[in-house]
């Protein structure tokens, strides 16, 4: 997403983050969660952040778990 030691592409940033996230990259499902609550790379879509950010919650990510919490507090998701 930052462009770090290529161009910077976040389009492509997704595909990637997509790929381990899917495999169990708990980072990765971090950020892609964190890709689709701010519409980076991809069109904003609370639902899937909210999917991405319970897994990452799930396997133990403090600032996920938080993410999850202030989510259902605020009502601000739609259920996976």
Request: charged share 25%; glycine share 8%; net charge negative.
């Given at each position: ?34 890709a ?16 991405w ?28």
């Open positions: 997403m930052t462009g770090e030691g290529v161009e910077q592409n976040p389009v492509e940033a997704i595909k990637w983050l997509s790929q381990a996230a899917e495999a169990g990259d708990i980072q990765a499902q971090y950020n892609l969660a964190q689709y609550d701010e519409g980076q790379g991809v069109a904003p879509d609370l639902a899937k952040a909210l999917k950010s319970l897994r990452a919650a799930e396997r133990g990510r403090a600032l996920a778990q938080n993410q999850v919490a202030e989510a259902y507090r605020w009502g601000e998701r739609n259920q996976p």
